[in-house]
């Protein structure tokens, strides 16, 4: 039996080309190409319908890609699952009745190769002290971290989490980015979905920004965050040429809607004093951080974005 | 088959407690009430509690088998079936744990009625016991067939209706509970195209009765080979829809 802490190596991470995916008549993951290598953090962000989960799906082998190939480890999905290399907390799942948590660790631990040792497994996702009991009488964020317990169980190289603090209230959440971040360090690959930017911005070291089926971005996660971070300001101004509004400080784009103007700021306190420097008369004035699909379909540049803001 | 993982399956399947009253304290406690008062009647010359007992231990190791089925739809509906995807478990082996843990039980079941019967002065003799328990494990594979199948079928809320009212149908019309449209006429036909009606008749081996005539072996034949097709169908439509 191996030590958790031994690492197989690998020269070649996670690699998918080309990869598509529609369900009826949704494309839900449009064309795809993205190489992560061994012992990265890579967020993948992006609202909800973006396809994260969908590429998620596929890099476990839940789902088939229409087109495209998927590789783990130089396997397909089937065969790195099959060796214990992928651990993976789906979005949704209820844990297994009628057992300790304990139990249901080692039970689960039996299936693979090269377990962790329970009582590693409980310690490094910090729950020792609900580990005897019942798994159908936990909390709804002490579920979570048992599944993210299940997760790491084999032990695995790539670590995969699908939006896995949804359920968790703000200080599980913590300890939970705590214990990944400690399996992390280990040396593992981890990629986790999150349509909070502060989250991937906090964890990942690299951000992948998914819209519509597509990576939009991907970079070191501090450049993204200077990207999609953006806010903006809504008021009415009649009569103002886009022109001078988009030469104000701090402003990106601007854009007219009626009688109001809309400005996409990098930076929205210099654009307001701006504003209510040159423009005195500007009235019903709103300042609001753009929601991650607002500042998605800016990057993108997509015609739509009206209809759906 | 890896003995952790089954020993967990087990353990799980005897803290199930609706699961474990039904298949084990329910026919043995309906057992010693009603065979208990009626000892020293006959039934169609078998005593009246060798007949009981057979009756008892159909409808036990039936809802063994059949919870089976209860166990797939919770376990389907909490998303524990693509949890185990990724792990190397094959839905194989998840389906032959399941079914293991089910003849387990069933087993547990007819043991305990053996003793209580025991008690209450069945005739047991090694050799009819041994031959009633492999006819009665081999009449239960069409009942481990149709538990796959409503676990694919069924979400957990449906299924327990369907388990109680279906097997106790299954029951009453196989001549569990007593005997049933005598030995001619259309209500004994029917009773015969049944599978319980053979589980029933495995039963009355204790009493010195033959094994299944042909019918009985073509009939419980037929039903495991529609019923595991039934099963195999949903299931590869369970696993490809993911």
């Known amino acids: 039996m191996t030590t958790a802490t031994e690492l197989r190596t690998y020269t070649a991470g996670i690699r998918l080309q080309s990869l598509s995916k529609s369900y009826g008549p949704v494309l839900a993951v449009d064309g795809i190409d993205l190489t992560i290598a061994?012992?990265?953090?890579?967020?993948?962000l992006g609202p909800n319908g973006a396809g994260k989960s969908t590429t998620i799906d596929m890099i476990l082998g839940l789902a088939k890609p229409d087109t495209g190939a998927v590789q783990v480890f130089g396997m397909t999905p089937s065969e790195a699952i099959a060796q214990?290399?992928?651990?993976?907390?789906?979005?949704?799942?209820?844990?297994?009745?009628?057992?300790?948590?304990?139990?249901?660790?080692?039970?689960?631990?039996?299936?693979?190769?090269?377990?962790?040792?329970?009582?590693?497994?409980?310690?490094?996702?910090?729950?020792?002290?609900?580990?005897?009991?019942?798994t159908q009488k936990l909390s709804g964020g002490q579920t979570q971290r048992v599944r993210s317990a299940i997760a790491l169980v084999s032990n695995p190289d790539l670590l995969i989490l699908d939006e896995p603090t949804v359920a968790m209230d703000v200080e599980v959440r913590r300890e939970?980015?705590?214990?990944?971040?400690?399996?992390?360090?280990?040396?593992?690959?981890?990629?986790?979905?999150?349509?909070?930017?502060?989250?991937?911005?906090?964890?990942?070291?690299?951000?992948?920004?998914?819209?519509?089926?597509?990576?939009?971005?991907?970079?070191?996660?501090t450049e993204i965050k200077a990207t999609v971070g953006l806010r903006t300001i809504k008021a009415t101004l009649?009569?103002?040429?886009?022109?001078?509004?988009?030469?104000l400080e701090g402003v990106q784009t601007a854009e007219l809607r009626g009688e109001a103007v809309v400005l996409h700021c990098t930076n929205s306190d210099a654009a307001i004093r701006a504003v209510l420097r040159d423009f005195p008369t500007a009235s019903d004035i709103e300042i609001a951080g753009a929601g991650l699909e607002e500042a998605f379909l800016l990057l993108t540049g997509d015609e739509k974005s009206e209809e759906l803001s | 088959m890896n003995p952790t993982y089954l020993r967990y399956e087990l353990i799980r399947s005897v803290r199930n407690k609706r699961a474990f009253i039904f298949s084990l304290i329910f026919p043995l406690v309906l057992f010693y009430v009603v065979a208990g008062a009626n000892r020293h009647i006959k039934l169609d010359d078998i005593p009246f509690p060798?007949?009981?007992?057979?009756?008892?231990?159909?409808?036990?190791?039936?809802?063994?088998?059949?919870?089976?089925?209860?166990?797939?739809?919770?376990?389907?509906?909490?998303?524990?079936?693509?949890?185990l995807r990724l792990t190397p478990l094959s839905t194989r082996a998840y389906m032959r744990a399941k079914v293991l843990t089910g003849y387990l039980t069933?087993?547990?079941?007819?043991?305990?009625?053996?003793?209580?019967?025991?008690?209450?002065?069945?005739?047991?003799?090694?050799?009819?016991?041994?031959?009633?328990?492999?006819?009665?494990?081999?009449?239960?594979?069409?009942?481990?067939?149709l538990g796959i199948l409503m676990g694919h079928l069924f979400t957990p809320d449906s299924i327990g209706p369907f388990i109680g009212g279906g097997v106790s149908l299954l029951a009453l019309l196989g001549g569990a509970y007593g005997p049933i449209g005598g030995t001619h006429g259309a209500l004994h036909v029917i009773s015969q195209v049944t599978p319980t009606y053979w589980l029933v008749q495995a039963?009355?081996?204790?009493?010195?009765?033959?094994?299944?005539?042909?019918?009985?072996?073509?009939?419980?034949?037929?039903?495991?080979?529609?019923?595991?097709?039934?099963?195999?169908?949903?299931?590869?439509?369970?696993?490809?829809?993911?």
């Open chain 2, 106 to 145: 069933a087993l547990v079941t007819l043991i305990l009625l053996f003793i209580a019967g025991a008690t209450l002065g069945v005739h047991l003799t090694t050799t009819n016991v041994l031959r009633m328990t492999e006819l009665v494990l081999l009449g239960l594979i069409p009942f481990a067939a």
């Open chain 1, 38 to 44: 061994p012992g990265e953090t890579v967020a993948l």
């Open chain 1, 238 to 247: 009649p009569n103002v040429p886009v022109e001078t509004l988009t030469q």
């Open chain 1, 84 to 134: 214990g290399a992928i651990g993976a907390m789906l979005q949704t799942g209820q844990l297994l009745r009628d057992l300790s948590v304990r139990e249901l660790i080692a039970m689960m631990a039996s299936l693979y190769p090269n377990p962790m040792g329970v009582d590693e497994v409980l310690s490094v996702t910090g729950i020792e002290d609900i580990a005897d009991r019942r």
């Open chain 1, 176 to 221: 939970f980015w705590t214990s990944m971040r400690e399996f992390a360090s280990r040396g593992k690959t981890v990629v986790f979905a999150t349509h909070y930017l502060e989250e991937a911005d906090a964890y990942a070291d690299r951000i992948v920004l998914m819209a519509r089926g597509r990576i939009v971005a991907d970079g070191p996660a």
């Open chain 2, 50 to 83: 060798t007949y009981y007992l057979a009756g008892m231990a159909s409808f036990g190791t039936m809802v063994a088998m059949t919870s089976v089925g209860a166990r797939i739809a919770a376990e389907r509906q909490a998303g524990w079936n693509r949890q």
């Open chain 2, 203 to 242: 039963g009355h081996t204790l009493a010195g009765g033959q094994t299944w005539s042909m019918q009985g072996w073509v009939t419980v034949g037929a039903w495991a080979v529609v019923l595991a097709a039934l099963a195999a169908r949903a299931f590869r439509r369970d696993t490809a829809r993911v």
